[in-house]
């Protein structure tokens, strides 16, 4: 079952405009990571942010994350062409006898129009 | 490092064939798993294993088997193609699973149709 919700499901922006990504979970978690995928590849991970943050960045990138919503949203400032792909968020989550399951969102389609 | 890599990469079956999606990283990872990729679906586990000798089910794993003999490879099996199995299947592996939390790296996929 799906555990993440993106929202968005498609965004369409101009290049150098700045393309927000919602992500939404059901149940607690340890800790939440973004992944890009580029249309015809694997995924690549972004960012790993852990239940007692609130904020990371990396790049262009800022991932914000408010346990009390059980949400968390991905900023990319100063979107690039090269920004194109599919965006997933994935949550950790414990499936019994000590083992994890990462458990992906069904991700937003982002267009970055040059 | 290749880091993880699939073969095939394009696999057409009939229904009723069998075969092995294969799955390999050098990363020395103990912690690999296949997830299946449907449009609009995002990404489902199908199994995934903790290490050499040691697999478990995930969401979907119906149809499928695996089995992990070494630390580097983690084979995917058909046993019985149907339809319903047209896919992108990813493998991907990670330095370990739990709480804590690790980045997993993914192969480049196998797009597998079942007629």
């Known amino acids: 079952s799906q555990q993440g919700e993106e929202d968005p499901q498609a965004l369409s922006i101009q290049e150098g405009e700045n393309a927000t990504m919602n992500c939404s979970y059901k149940t607690s978690i340890n800790n939440l990571q973004w992944y890009r995928q580029n249309s015809g590849r694997g995924l690549v991970h972004l960012i790993l942010i852990r239940s007692n943050e609130r904020e990371k960045h990396s790049g262009r990138l800022r991932v914000t994350l408010d346990t009390s919503k059980k949400s968390s949203s991905l900023l990319i400032t100063a979107s690039r062409a090269a920004d194109t792909a599919s965006y997933f968020c994935a949550t950790d989550t414990y499936s019994g006898a000590g083992s994890y399951q990462l458990t992906f969102g069904k991700g937003t389609k982002l267009s970055v129009i040059p | 490092n290749a880091g993880v890599t699939q073969t095939p990469k394009f696999q057409v079956l009939k229904t009723g064939q069998s075969m092995t999606l294969q799955c390999a990283q050098d990363m020395n990872h103990e912690y690999m798993s296949w997830y299946r990729q449907d449009p609009g679906m995002g990404l489902r586990l199908i199994h995934y294993s903790v290490g050499a000798g040691i697999t478990d089910q995930g969401e979907v794993p119906n149809g499928y088997n695996v089995s992990r003999s070494t630390t580097e490879d983690f084979p995917l099996r058909l046993l019985s193609a149907a339809p319903s199995q047209t896919s992108v299947y990813f493998c991907?592996?990670?330095?370990?699973?739990?709480?804590?939390?690790?980045?997993?790296?993914f192969g480049p996929g196998t797009r597998l149709t079942v007629t």
């Open positions: 991907a592996s990670s330095p370990g699973q739990g709480a804590f939390g690790y980045e997993q790296y």
